[in-house]
């Protein structure tokens, strides 16, 4: 979920997020979490206490006013858009750094068939 404020309305938490926000806490199916008092205001979600209660990554593009809250994760999410120094293969099998890409935004796609 892509935010550009970081309470949104509790209809629009839930329709990106799946998570229904009910008196017994954050709900999926039969599933509730629970979640802090002041989670929720006037109709609007507190995005980081319910991703702190949740376990869902928030990471910040301060610069642009930009939040991605990323999926449930159990805590194994990552909690920065820093991207370690790596060496992959260009197109024609040549060693190219990630880091030599610094200053510039970088979509990195992986796949896997499995």
Do not use: Y
């Not at 954050?26 to 599933?31: D, P, V």
């Not at 939040?67 to 994760?73: H, R």
């Amino acid at each position: 979920m892509i935010l550009d404020r970081l309470d949104p309305t509790i209809g629009e938490f839930a329709r990106a997020t799946g998570w229904e926000l009910k008196p017994e806490g954050a709900c999926q199916a039969e599933i509730c979490m629970p979640l802090p008092r002041n989670a929720v205001r006037d109709g609007r979600v507190d995005v980081p206490a319910v991703a702190g209660a949740l376990g869902m990554a928030l990471v910040a593009d301060e610069p642009h006013s930009l939040w991605a809250l990323g999926p449930v994760s159990g805590g194994r999410a990552l909690s920065t858009a820093v991207v370690p120094e790596i060496t992959l293969p260009d197109r024609d099998g040549n060693p190219f750094r990630i880091g030599a890409l610094k200053g510039t935004k970088v979509f990195l796609c992986a796949w896997a068939s499995w």
